[in-house]
């Protein structure tokens, strides 16, 4: 298959966020060949497309509970503990493994209307959450959730995912499904256990995603003894390989600068933060210190959507209110943190811009929009802002992953929406009378 995308503007999402006019993005089994402008395209015999608007890769959400579209909307105004013990856990006890699949399928559709290509997934139930990104024709970096709670073994969880790797190896051969240890956290898991799963993970050389800091309330007892939860992975043997902490809003300078040195990326997740009245995270001084920090959305019973455009606006606004200085971060650094930050913090060096080599993931905008009226010829820093600031998903029309065509018109072409939110209605009805 190979496919040229012709537009007035592409953003490849390069570490300096360039402003390409009249430029091509090459499509060729799957992955980038070529992008630049359109005068200096080598020759293409494949299909040719020319759109009316701008190009840029697929968003990267690098942290998502997407199963949980079907717990949409309770226990909106608790805080994070109650929130978690008083719904979402009850809840999800309750969840089949049918459940998760529907859950993940509408949230797989929701995302890639939004933009969204990939997301860093921690939940249960793997294979059939897997089985729905797969339907949907997105990506995912599926972390197994493990925690040692009532009803749970760790343990066995740990094995499960283990074998799953050793089976099936980390990364699918079309790079649509990443394996990963979702260790939930330093207050639902031992010192010793999170040593454990580390373990495991670095043997494989898997992601580990572990939830950080994100309520001032949630690890008082493992503050109390190690100063904080950073310190307690550097203590536990958790850092070193490669690891995503999520959230992360309660650092301190020193839990910073141990990130820094260790290669930690971060999922910065403003959204659900400020929902739940967790904090704004620090991102201005962990960008500052190198820190690799992505976007996340949380879960949709958490935010209460998955639009990593929203994110981008929310991290950007947060951060300078934060800091009472309007130019701490700016559109393009906000662009960056949904693509190539993202990647970045994953590990991932396949996804999350647009440059040769990396997987055909790519996003049309549709500028006939008010966002766009001062024109795409504007300045690139007018149009870098109406895009973060104005237009966010709303024109998002079309979407390719890996070069195939799986949103048009707004619309996904693999799964009927309709009879994905039909599947979502019918398991929060049943959870609710059950």
Request: some cysteine; glycine content about 10%.
């Amino acid at each position: 298959m190979s496919l040229r995308l012709h537009a007035p503007v592409v953003l490849p999402c390069d570490s300096s966020c360039s402003v390409l006019r009249d430029a091509v993005v090459d499509v060729v089994d799957g992955r980038i060949t070529y992008v630049g402008g359109a005068a200096e395209a080598p020759a293409f015999d494949g299909e040719v497309r020319r759109l009316s608007g701008i190009l840029l890769p697929g968003l990267v959400n690098t942290h998502a509970h997407s199963p949980m579209t079907v717990l949409r909307g309770l226990g909106s105004d608790l805080p994070l503990l109650r929130w978690l013990q008083e719904h979402m856990w009850p809840n999800e006890a309750r969840m089949t493994a049918a459940d998760v699949g529907a859950g993940m399928l509408l949230g797989a559709v929701e995302m890639l209307r939004h933009g969204v290509t990939t997301s860093a997934e921690m939940y249960f139930h793997g294979p059939e959450l897997v089985s729905s990104v797969r339907a949907a024709g997105s990506r995912v970096v599926f972390g197994s959730a493990i925690l040692d709670v009532l009803g749970m073994s760790w343990r066995s969880m740990t094995d499960e995912i283990s074998a799953w790797i050793d089976a099936d190896g980390l990364l699918s051969a079309d790079g649509r499904i990443e394996l990963a240890y979702g260790p939930h956290s330093a207050y639902t898991l031992s010192p010793s256990q999170l040593t454990s799963i580390a373990q495991e993970a670095r043997a494989r050389g898997a992601l580990l995603m572990v939830h950080v800091a994100e309520s001032p309330f949630e690890d008082e007892a493992q503050r109390a003894e190690y100063g904080s939860v950073p310190a307690l992975l550097k203590a536990s043997d958790v850092l070193g390989g490669r690891v995503l902490s999520a959230h992360s809003v309660h650092l301190s300078d020193d839990d910073i600068a141990l990130y820094a040195s260790f290669g930690v990326g971060v999922a910065h997740c403003p959204g659900s933060n400020a929902k739940l009245a967790s904090g704004i995270a620090r991102v201005p001084e962990m960008l500052a210190a190198g820190v690799s920090v992505g976007l996340g959305t949380d879960g949709p019973a958490s935010n209460d959507d998955l639009d990593l455009f929203e994110e981008a606006r929310l991290a950007g606004m947060f951060a300078r209110v934060s800091k009472m200085d309007a130019t701490v971060l700016g559109a393009a650094q906000a662009l960056l943190m949904a693509t190539r930050g993202g990647a970045a913090a994953l590990g991932r060096d396949d996804i999350g811009a647009l440059e040769a080599g990396r997987w055909g993931d790519v996003v049309h905008i549709d500028a006939d929009d008010p966002a766009f009226a001062t024109g795409l010829d504007a300045p690139d820093s007018q149009l870098l802002a109406n895009l973060v600031w104005a237009s966010g998903a709303r024109r998002v029309t079309d979407v390719w992953v890996g070069g195939e065509h799986v949103v048009t018109g707004g619309e996904a072409t693999r799964v009927d929406r309709q009879e994905a939110q039909a599947g979502v209605t019918a398991v929060a009805r049943r959870l609710r009378t059950t």
